[in-house]
């Protein structure tokens, strides 16, 4: 949205925007449509790797989902555990502080 109000009014010939979104358009009758639009499927084949179906596991600090590697068993010491338990309870301890802060008012 904020990149759109920053556009010039104007549109001049060497706009870069205008002219990636006129490249866009498919028009009836382009005899090059149809290779374009080979093209553009070889393009996006990448390797289709399998999705993991479990449970939803634990978080990590990466965010990392379970899929084609990793089936989500943390095989770890535990400390990705104690760390989002470290974050909760600071933040669990500054809303109770805020809470107490501003009961009087």
Not at 45 to 59: L, N, S, V
Request: charged letters at 35%.
């Amino acid at each position: 949205m904020a990149h759109e109000m920053n556009k010039p009014l104007a549109r001049t010939k060497d706009d870069a925007d205008l002219d990636s979104f006129l490249k866009d358009q498919d028009r009836d009758g382009d005899p090059m449509l149809a290779f374009l639009k080979k093209k553009k499927s070889a393009k996006s084949k990448a390797p289709k790797y399998p999705q993991y179906k479990g449970p939803a596991p634990e978080p990590n600090r990466f965010g990392i989902r379970p899929g084609y590697r990793w089936d989500g068993v943390d095989r770890g010491n535990g400390f990705e555990r104690k760390y989002f338990q470290s974050i909760s309870k600071r933040k669990a301890v500054a809303a109770e502080a805020y809470k107490w802060s501003t009961e009087d008012m």
